[in-house]
């Protein structure tokens, strides 16, 4: 069973064996495990799988399952664009794009389950049920529900991911851990990261916040966001097929010149390069 709702589809397959899939440039597929048992192993690390296991990995990761019982898995394959080129949509696709981003930035790509908070756990199963209910029911609301759905979805995601990056156990003083934690939520958003915004927010003075900001993080604030938008950028060459003169638009960069300079002074490589090492992954 797979309905498409370009750039997102919804398919569940049940497998006695798993068989090398020709896909690629898929911008996430997220996978719960509805029945069955077996090890999921990606990047040649492995980690058992259950009912009611749930994965993400970007297209380029090289993965397979080894099914040791007769297993029903759940993909929802999504990019970007989901939310972009829709008039109707009702959802702020502002937020939705900082969450997306934010996971893309952050999400370290091992093996093992994506949500750990029990609580979590149980709400991402029941919207995963309700995607898969109105995957088969289709009618003139089920875009919508499926929309607001995967927006709750990925809330509880970039959740955890924040949980497990645990900013706080880096700092002593909470309120930086914060600032910075906000900082990655909101990276696109100019006026929400701005000097003066962030010193409001938290409660800072504002002839002090760059003296705060280089004493805690030990570089200073523009060197921050430079390196943090790098890194956002080296992941959607890495797991996008986005083109680079559009991710340097989307991270403030004057132009792809500009973008690929930036990365060759910080990674030692451009961004044709980062692209060509997931490319050269195999297909799975």
């Not at 370009?6 to 509805?34: G, Q």
Request: charged content about 25%; some cysteine.
């Amino acid at each position: 069973m797979e309905k498409a709702h370009a750039p997102f589809s919804v398919s569940i397959e049940t497998l006695d064996h798993w068989e090398k899939r020709n896909r690629r440039n898929n911008f996430f597929e997220l996978v719960y495990i509805i029945e069955g048992k077996g090890e999921q192993c990606v990047n040649y690390n492995q980690i058992p799988y259950g009912e009611g296991s749930v994965f993400l990995l970007p297209a380029s990761d090289c993965h397979t399952y080894t099914i040791t019982e007769k297993t029903t898995f759940l993909f929802i394959r999504f990019t970007a664009t989901y939310f972009s080129s829709d008039e109707d949509c009702v959802i702020d696709f502002g937020k939705w794009f900082c969450r997306l981003n934010f996971i893309i930035g952050n999400y370290n790509r091992l093996p093992g389950e994506l949500v750990s908070n029990p609580t979590d756990k149980r709400h991402l199963v029941h919207l995963l049920q309700l995607l898969m209910t109105e995957t088969e029911r289709n009618d003139p609301h089920t875009r919508r529900i499926m929309q607001s759905s995967m927006v709750t979805v990925l809330e509880l995601i970039a959740r955890n991911i924040a949980a497990v990056m645990s900013p706080q156990a880096l700092y002593e003083e909470k309120k930086f851990a914060d600032i910075l934690l906000h900082i990655q939520y909101h990276l696109l958003d100019e006026e929400m990261v701005s000097p003066q915004y962030l010193a409001e927010k938290f409660h800072i003075s504002a002839t002090y916040f760059s003296e705060y900001f280089k004493r805690n993080a030990h570089e200073t604030y523009q060197e921050f966001i430079l390196r943090s938008k790098l890194k956002l950028a080296e992941a959607k060459a890495l797991y996008t097929d986005i083109p680079f003169k559009e991710i340097a638009y989307d991270l403030g960069f004057t132009d792809s010149s500009h973008l690929n300079k930036m990365m060759k002074r910080f990674y030692n490589k451009g961004m044709s390069a980062i692209r060509k090492s997931a490319i050269a992954a195999p297909l799975v």
